[in-house]
């Protein structure tokens, strides 16, 4: 397949994760979009590691030259389980004050 | 890399020790140690010693430059926790564990001077911020704390997620994560649009992390809510870092921007002055209007993205430190204070004569008055763009901008020494906090009487 399906695949994905964090109002969907936003940013990655190691091979590269878009995903996946552990704790933390996921709460600290 | 490492293994082993060590006063003696070994070790690997020989495949390069900042950055980290150590364990229950986070924290800064690959600064910026979160709704009880800290968290991973999209997008379009210039059989790779979009997505997320306009907007709410200790440590120590990696990124993938990139910039820091010193006029809370002041040093600090030359290094090394210095001054006698509007400093220089002359010494700094630290700092800055000749409308803009911000600044010095009344302390200050506050005082004036001081550390 076409380098070219992925990245449109890729940056719907991504978009579709941006119009969800900017129009939803449900702290947790706004949570889950982000994390779809990461996921395309790996599908990306994934997608550019095999076109590199594809380039490389046929210019006589030795090896693994090419794939460190694939080890990055690695660290993409690790960080985003971190940020979901620290993110659910303070959604959580927020709810037991309030009774509450909704953003609109925040535009109180306002004024 | 000893910095890297040393934090982090002191910071596991330090929320160990929370299981025997039982007194919390302590906790804040132990943080101090543990900076001081810090110190210590950083300043060895400038002269050349290091503790671990780690083969990080040009990943991490460490250079004079980001060694030196590391020293700044830990140092003042220090002073924080000797000035506001008590007002920590005032916070939560969990004292050991925060001071902990901000060890954690130092390990990202580590990696932010010295990355050289796309994948450290991710994350480095990752290893800074996620203590952040937890650091700002560390006030669990307090509904302001918990406001901030989602807000903090959800505007933090959104802009992590366009950080890694213009990731991406240039890993596709070099074909590596090196901040080198990748070269063909035919010279160097030529630019094109997709590196161009990876480098702008960059950009956004940057300014998102350094609250730089027009992605300002999370910040005086974040920076309001925050309990005032960490305010205190993410707005300078933190910002600074920050700020580090940006040139350090930039200066490497801005030649590839061409001329829109300087137009971009100059744009950009207009409007971050313009912002933040306009706002700050408004505020009626001295803890609010710090916040948005943070901004507009912040648009300072851009210039040195702006001219990246030698001078530029060498302000962005001072203004870290001016700035710092005496924003975490403001920020230890801003927590003692009863009451945080303008109204609450009225006559504290009549009750409490050192608080308010110490004050007064780090506003000025912060305006940029000569024979302080501040004034070299904006100097720097300032000469820098002078020095490309190209760009004197700027400068002028920063002078202005400069000019707007002593009213807000002196509306303290005004309320403390002008105006009557009967400012109170939340807490007691002990004589050793006084001792400290003129010890921080007499090293900004230092720094403002001899810059050199401190800048020939970046070369011998």
Sequence with gaps: ?111 | MNTIIISAIFGVLMMFSSISVKRVSAYKYIAAFGLILLLIMNIAETYGFQLFHVNTRDMLRFDRFGLFFNSIAIAATLIYILLSGRDVEAVGKNTCDLFVLIFFVMCGIGIMSSFNSLLMLFLGIEIISIPLYILTGSDKKNLKSNEAALKYFLMGSFSTGIMLMGIALLFGATGGFALDRPATMFGPLPVNVMEVIGLAFILVAMAFKVSAAPFHFWTPDVYDGAPSVFTSFMATIVKAAIFIGFIKLFEAKAPDLGQGWHIVIALMIVATLFIGNITAIFQQSVKRMLAYSSIAQAGFMMFALFSQNDTSKEGIILYSLAYSLSTIGIFAILIKMKDVTFEGFNGLARTQPVLAATNAVFLLSLVGIPLTAGFWAKYYMLASVVKMESALWLVIVAVIFAAVSVYYYFRVIQAMYFKEGEAALATEVKPGFRFGLILLAAAIIVIGVMPNLLLNWLYF
């Excluded at chain 1, 900017?22 to 550019?48: Q, S």
């Design chain 1, 1 to 111: 397949m076409p380098i070219h399906y992925y990245i449109i695949l890729a940056a719907t994905l991504f978009c579709i994760g941006v119009i969800g964090v900017l129009t939803r109002r449900n702290a947790i969907i706004v949570f889950m979009c982000v994390e779809l936003m990461l996921n395309a940013v790996n599908l990306m990655l994934v997608a550019f590691s095999k076109l590199h190691y594809g380039t490389y091979l046929k210019n006589g590269a030795m090896g693994a030259s090419g794939i460190d878009g694939q080890m990055f995903v690695f660290f993409i996946m690790v960080v985003a389980a971190a940020e979901v552990s620290v993110g659910l704790a303070i959604i959580v933390m927020m709810y037991r004050n309030v009774h509450s996921v909704d953003i609109n709460f925040l535009n109180r600290l306002k004024n």
